[in-house]
T-cell receptor, first 111, second 116 residues
Framework: AQSVTQLGSHVSVSEGALVLLRCNYS??????LFWYVQYPNQGLQLLLK??????LVKGINGFEAEFKKSETSFHLTKPSAHMSDAAEYFC?????????FGAGTTVTVRA | DSGVTQTPKHLITATGQRVTLRCSPR?????VYWYQQSLDQGLQFLIQ???????AKGNILERFSAQQFPDLHSELNLSSLELGDSALYFC???????????????FGPGTRLTVT
């Protein structure tokens, strides 16, 4: 079975600072990886996905993620945090017929 | 707006009762997934349907069941409810389904179930 582990359940950044959310995957086959964001009292919104076409994936709202096979990682970054980025972020891997999600990382943005 | 709709948004019911959650997938999507999100378990896959047929089962209790109708909408039935069933229930859809699929899933806004 495929799985992902998100390092850090909570990240606090200043507005304008770099956002870095860590995700490591475990997969016996080339994985399909995803990042989702969940704003308070809302559903999950797809930020970006990796399907082996390119190792650097650009998503919505200025986010991007880099697939590193040697490190089994798929970390999410945004160069400059905005107050509207405050949310919970989930890394996920396609696992058989479903998505397997990490535990999530809550991002707080300080003014 | 993902195009996936779920009703109701909120549901409050008592232990031992039965409820039905409804989901309409995005136009053209054949596959529907149900997930449960709780504080202690995180996001857990429950069950998947593809074009009316059950395709995969996850951590779904025997008290829970689901179906997908010819118009592709899906219902999740939860019976003999317990306090621990209180959670957010999400429906998601994707165009197709397959083992190790690259298809992203589009999530609805969820139904918040509170069992008292």
């Amino acid at each position: 079975a495929q799985s992902v582990t998100q390092l850090g359940s909570h990240v606090s950044v200043s507005e304008g600072a770099l956002v870095l959310l860590r995700c490591n995957y475990s997969s016996s086959v080339p994985p399909y990886l995803f990042w989702y964001v969940q704003y308070p009292n809302q559903g999950l919104q797809l930020l970006l996905k990796y399907t082996s076409a390119a190792t650097l994936v650009k998503g919505i709202n200025g986010f991007e993620a880099e697939f590193k096979k040697s490190e089994t990682s798929f970390h999410l970054t945004k160069p400059s945090a905005h107050m509207s980025d405050a949310a919970e972020y989930f890394c996920a891997v396609s696992d058989d017929y479903k998505l397997s999600f990490g535990a999530g990382t809550t991002v707080t943005v300080r003014a | 707006d993902s195009g996936v709709t779920q009703t109701p948004k909120h549901l409050i019911t008592a232990t031992g009762q039965r409820v039905t959650l409804r989901c309409s997938p995005r136009s053209g999507d054949l596959s529907v997934y149900w997930y449960q999100q709780s504080l202690d378990q995180g996001l857990q896959f429950l069950i998947q349907y593809y074009n009316g047929e059950e395709r995969a089962k996850g951590n779904i209790l025997e008290r829970f069941s689901a179906q997908q109708f010819p118009d592709l909408h899906s219902e999740l039935n939860l019976s003999s409810l317990e306090l621990g069933d209180s959670a957010l229930y999400f429906c998601a859809s994707s165009p197709q389904a397959g083992q190790g699929a690259s298809y992203e899933q589009y999530f609805g806004p969820g139904t918040r179930l509170t069992v008292t």
